[in-house]
């Protein structure tokens, strides 16, 4: 990995020279909150901001995407001709930028590489930034606070400069025409090591750090505690709406008034609805609150570890906020942390 350092006071230029060729996407002020939006000039951009409502996944994973048209009468469907601006989604945080990596192992498997998923990656220029965390991050416990890969740059603020890592060609060469760099020096780096040391020091206490998670949910797969947790759920997707790694999805075919002419659409589902595991002839195959949570935790925290290596949940805590019955992962630790309780 190359780093180089660069003056704070030459951000606006980066962001500038992205302007002149690509869309930026940024944290911006959204009401009371902050939101991924496209912006005009550096200044609309929040660069210390809490975890926003919504992730980066709406752009690259959009809620609801055409993927051909079809005509009756031509018997015939348009060919894939997605075109999407290049652009820019600037001020990702490690766990989003993890989230991402996440969705490119499901929607970039070699066997079934999905065109309209990889146009969306291929578009976008991903620079990270550093951030500090909030009450309900736990990224930190999922190993998903730090991101080796998946960014063209990373922005680690050392107050009056940010030491950046470099992870592309194309953001190195914009990089290097736009800003004053230089090499970075051990003090660069001793502060470099303080900040993330206090960082990491930031977390909440009160969330607990648990090992071997995927082992214990098999052990627990049969604990009263899902009935109670599924129980109180509201069946109202909210979790998987805000979700950065959240990706199930329906296909629909829509009929335009003519009758003639029409579209399939993918949109995003959510293993938390009711409908999500009806089949044909009515029957469901995860009729209750119980088997719906319990099966997205599993997802989460068991089932995307035994085939890629890794937690699908990057600890992010959107779906903390979110969900009205207090149902999250961080419910899921809290049980295994009391159930170590009453066996010792
Ligand atoms: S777990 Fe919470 S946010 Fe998710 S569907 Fe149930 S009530 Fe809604
Ligand atoms: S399950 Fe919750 S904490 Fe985990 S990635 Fe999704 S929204 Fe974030």
Not at 7 to 24: G, N, T, W
């Amino acid at each position: 990995m190359l780093y180089r350092v660069m003056d704070a006071s030459e951000l606006p230029k980066l962001i500038d020279a992205f302007m002149e060729r690509y869309e930026v996407i940024a944290p911006v002020q959204s009401g009371r909150s902050v939101a991924f939006e496209p912006i005009s000039s550096f200044d609309e951009i929040v660069l210390d901001y809490p975890t926003t409502l919504t992730s980066l996944k709406k752009y690259i994973l959009p809620p609801r995407e055409t993927l051909f048209e079809f005509s009756v009468d031509d018997a015939d469907v348009t060919d894939y001709t997605l075109e999407i601006a290049p652009r820019v989604l600037f001020g990702a945080h490690a766990c989003d930028i993890n989230a991402l990596n996440n969705l490119d192992l499901v929607f970039e498997d070699a066997r079934y590489p999905d065109p309209y998923f990889e146009a969306h990656r291929a578009a976008t220029m991903v620079v990270g930034i550093n951030c500090s965390p909030s009450e309900t991050c736990f990224c930190h416990l999922l190993d998903a606070d730090e991101v080796r890969s998946g960014y063209d740059l990373f922005l680690q603020d050392l107050g009056d400069r940010y030491l950046i890592s470099i992870g592309s060609v194309e953001a190195a060469n914009i990089l290097e025409a736009a800003c004053e760099l230089r090499e970075a020096t051990d003090e660069d780096r001793r502060e470099f090591r303080r900040l993330t040391r206090e960082r990491q020091e930031a977390f909440s206490a009160d969330i607990p750090d648990i090992q071997e998670i995927p082992m214990l949910m098999d052990a627990f797969h049969k604990d009263e505690f899902w009935a109670e947790l599924g129980g109180r759920c509201l069946s109202c997707t909210a979790c998987s709406a805000v979700c950065p790694t959240c990706y199930c999805f329906d296909i629909a075919d829509t009929l335009d008034e003519d009758g003639k002419t029409g579209r399939r659409e993918r949109i995003l589902d959510a293993c938390t609805s009711p409908q999500f595991a009806q089949v044909a002839g009515g029957h469901n195959f995860r009729e209750t609150g119980r088997d719906r949570v319990r099966h997205r935790m599993y997802h989460k925290l068991n089932g995307f570890n035994s085939k890629h290596g890794r937690y699908l949940c990057v600890g992010c805590g959107r779906c903390v906020r979110a969900c009205k019955a207090d149902i999250s992962p961080i419910e899921v630790l809290r049980f295994f942390e009391r159930k170590g309780t009453e066996d010792a």
